[in-house]
């Protein structure tokens, strides 16, 4: 299926065009249509084409968001825990003095969404959608006695003075759909970098990853205690903290592999010289607290 939003018109043309003159055959036509038109079969919208109104209002419910929650639980990665294995700092503890939650992505619903969800290109900020940001989920988790700190994007001095236990950084890409991703760096965007080089050389921090690919990241690696890929967790970011904080385990394996630069792309399993930072099908786990 091919969707032009806008230059329908000419592509319908230019299609019908090179189809007339056997530059496209019309085989490949019909295997396009069979493959298109037998999952709307499948799917019984040639007999119900029309979603029922009725359940308009069951969208969202509390089953569904337990659901999400659930999804976002089993598809979180950790990629690293512990400066050393003998040391890890995963799952954190809930009973701290302070904790400091900072970076772009942790109280915001549109970047955890990513694009194709709210709107086409998504839409960062918390007003177009309910849900859990990240940072709510890590307040309503830990000891009530637990004081928590927010400062997205924290200096040097203020990360010294605060005389933090530990750190969560959760920086990210910002939402995008299509071609409006093409990226050919595929670096993490500022001030991304800059956050978590300044928190995690004078915190234990966990690093908290919000993308729809793998990123750049072994320039920041020494640095982080613990790693964890969140890949786009949508609404509930209750499924983060059900994680980092020992309720449940984690249990995620990469379903693709993780390069070290974009120089090495494309990258693939059995590649003669196959030299990625993290391997297809990587990922540490750990045990829920009882």
């Known amino acids: 299926m091919v969707m032009v939003p806008f230059a329908y018109t000419e592509f319908i043309d230019d299609l019908t065009y090179q189809v007339k003159n056997n530059i496209i055959p019309m085989s490949r036509i019909d295997d396009a249509v069979y493959r298109i038109l037998r999952v709307k079969f499948t799917m019984g919208l040639f007999e119900n084409p029309f ?66 969800t709210i709107t ?15 940072l709510s989920a890590i307040k309503s988790t830990v000891d009530p006695g637990t004081k928590v700190v927010y400062d997205e994007d924290p200096d040097s001095s203020a990360v010294d003075a605060g005389e933090y236990d530990y750190a969560v950084v959760v920086v990210g890409e910002p939402p995008y759909a299509e071609t409006a991703g093409d990226n050919l760096n595929l670096t993490i965007p500022e001030p991304g970098p800059a956050v978590i080089q300044t928190v995690c050389e004078s915190v234990k921090c966990v690093v908290v990853l919000i993308s729809g690919r793998p990123l750049v990241v072994e320039p920041y690696i020494g640095a982080m205690d613990a790693f964890v890929a969140a890949w786009l967790p949508g609404s509930e970011g209750q499924g983060v903290a059900d994680v980092l904080f020992g309720d449940y385990g984690f249990t995620g394996k990469l379903p693709r592999t993780w390069f070290r630069s974009v120089d090495q792309l494309p990258m693939n399993v059995g590649d003669e010289h196959y030299d990625p930072l993290f391997p297809f099908g990587f990922g540490l786990t750990t045990e829920a607290r009882k």
């Open 120 to 134: 086409w290109q998504g839409e960062p900020g918390n007003n177009n959608t309910a849900g859990t940001t990240i």
């Open 51 to 116: 979603a029922d109104p009725s359940l308009a209002g069951e969208l969202g419910s509390h089953e569904h968001r337990e659901v999400a929650r659930e999804a976002v639980r089993k598809s979180l990665v950790l990629l690293k825990n512990g400066k050393s294995a003998s040391t890890p700092l995963l799952p954190l503890p809930k009973k701290a003095g302070k904790i400091l939650v900072a970076g772009s992505h942790a109280d915001n619903l549109g970047n955890q969404c990513g694009g194709w």
